[in-house]
């Protein structure tokens, strides 16, 4: 990189950062990006197992900045209900796109389809991409930030910008604190067909270990995400498939029938983790490295895009009065407001987690009405849901 170095260098190229990149170079910052390996383009034969909900107000963005049509073109799935319920009991809680006034309530869209479709944008925005390169070494004054990199080159940028996930190397750099709570869960994933039609509904069963959730990939595919304590998770993947199949439908109380599995499993560790701030001096934190959140409610990727939505607001703000868009006031500012956000959401979702996965008697006799009471409050109902979609 020339001597001069750029307005923003940005860590990290998954979504999150491939997308903050991408949005502050269409806000008009000249934008450098730094990532360890090149992702394998996309290939409608190989599914990946890591998929997302997406909200309507992070496909918005993605339209902004000429990605969404490119993703719907490829493979997203729209969902137009949700069906929340209780293993304990009680009312479901229901979203419905009819009800809500939408043609959809969302997309379940595949992470590897994001990461490509972002990726052939960033040339043409004029993102410099610094690949593959990871950081070794960090420091900042008041007037800029500078990055060394493994390959010996040095950038220089007046701020910074970690997308480079929950294990941030910037972060650690930096000396930025994180605190992280175990809940003692993986999350178990695959892909599968059921007996009966999924209704382009995004299923969602709370059980004494955690939630189930049952995801509309395409009309006769779905994606499953089933929070497990750590030994049943570890049982389930050794199981037979008939044994896993029969599993999966008791566990989704055989609302879709019969469950047969059409894809490898694969499970992750969870844990909520929050960075003590999103903004040390001229480096900024989005996304995984900022905060990891249970995945019951699906918001962890949608809440990464928010940071970056909000951060190219602040961009094209400064732009219009004619101000420093790298003003300490105005990254304070965002920072503020996005911890804020995300750090409400976080502890929410483990709330929610830790109240619904357990069947100790008192906690169930006082949850078991929760969902129906929401369901049976249209305004209630509207507010969940425009919260969850961002809007």
Same mark, same amino acid.
């Given at each position: 990189?020339?001597? !001069? ?41 190989? !599914? ?40 304990? =009991? ?46 070794? =070494? ?70 004494? =270990?955690g939630p189930l959730a049952v995801l509309p990939c395409s009309e006769a595919l779905a994606s499953i995400v089933w929070s497990l304590p750590e030994a049943e998770a570890g049982r389930l993947l050794d199981e037979d498939e008939d044994a896993f199949n029969e599993a999966l439908a008791r566990a989704l109380d055989r609302r879709l029938g019969a469950m047969r599995l059409a894809s490898s499993r694969a499970a992750f560790p969870l844990r909520r983790q929050l960075a003590s701030t999103q903004q040390h001096g001229r480096l900024l934190l989005v996304g995984d490295a900022a905060h990891a959140v249970h ?97």
């Open positions: 990189m020339s001597a !001069r170095g750029s307005d923003v260098v940005v860590v990290g190229a998954g979504v999150v950062g491939a997308a903050c990149a991408l949005a502050l170079a269409d806000a008009g910052l000249s934008v450098a990006l730094v990532e360890a390996r090149e992702p394998p383009p996309w290939q409608a034969a190989e !599914r990946d197992l890591r998929v997302f909900a997406f909200a309507p107000d992070n496909a918005a963005l993605l339209d902004a900045l000429q990605v969404w049509p490119r993703v719907l073109a490829a493979r997203a799935h729209p969902y137009r209900r949700m069906h929340v319920w209780d293993a304990a =009991g009680g009312a479901p809680l229901v979203f419905d796109a009819d009800a809500l006034g939408r043609r959809e309530l969302g997309w379940i869209v595949e992470n590897r389809l994001l990461i490509d479709r972002l990726w052939s944008r960033l040339p043409a925005a004029g993102v410099e991409i610094l690949c593959p390169a990871k950081v070794a =070494g960090f420091d900042q004054d008041d007037t800029g930030v500078r990055l060394r990199l493994d390959d010996g080159r040095l950038v220089r940028a007046r701020l910074a910008v970690a997308a480079d996930g929950a294990a941030s190397a910037l972060r650690r750099l930096a000396d930025i604190e994180v605190d992280t709570h175990d809940y003692g869960q993986r999350g178990v994933v695959a892909y599968v067909r059921s007996e009966r039609p999924h209704d382009d509904t995004a299923w969602q069963r709370f059980l004494p =270990g995945p019951l409610a699906g918001q962890g990727v949608n809440l990464g895009l928010r940071d970056v939505a909000a951060l190219r607001a602040s961009v094209l703000d400064a732009a219009r009065r004619q101000s420093a868009f790298d003003h300490p006031v105005r990254l304070a500012h965002w920072a503020r407001t996005r911890r804020s956000d995300n750090t409400v959401s976080a502890l929410a979702f483990e709330q929610i987690n830790r109240i619904y996965s357990t069947d100790a008697p008192v906690p169930t006799l006082l949850r078991r009405p929760l969902l129906g009471i929401a369901g049976g409050l249209p305004p209630l109902t509207r507010a969940l849901w425009r919260h969850a979609a961002g809007l």
